[in-house]
C-alpha cells in the first residue's frame, strides 16, 4: 500500500516497508498513519515516532543494507 506519490512519481514506502525519515535522517518501519503523520518504528523494535510525510523516503540500498546488517548483529549478541 502506498503512502501517496511524489511529483517526481516515485513512490513512497508503505505500511510495513522500510522508510527513511529525512528530518532525522533514522531507519524505520512504516507502522501506518495517524492525524496525517506517519508513525514509524526503529526495525529493531521500540518506540514509535511521527514523521511527516513528506519526510518520508525510501533508504538508498547502502542504507536499508546498513540498518539490516545492524539489526542482525544485535541479534547475533542476543544470542538470537
Do not use: F
Not at 11 to 21: M, V, W
Not at 36 to 65: F, H, T
Amino acid at each position: 500500500m502506498l503512502l501517496s506519490m511524489a511529483s517526481n512519481q516515485q513512490t513512497r514506502p508503505g505500511i510495513g516497508e522500510l522508510a527513511k525519515d529525512s528530518a532525522r535522517n533514522r531507519i524505520g518501519v512504516v507502522m501506518g498513519v495517524v492525524g496525517g503523520r506517519v508513525q514509524m518504528r526503529p526495525i529493531g523494535g521500540g518506540k514509535e515516532w511521527d514523521v511527516m510525510p513528506d519526510n518520508v523516503v525510501a533508504p538508498s540500498p547502502r542504507e536499508e543494507l546498513s540498518a539490516r546488517l545492524a539489526i542482525r548483529n544485535g541479534n547475533s549478541r542476543d544470542g538470537l
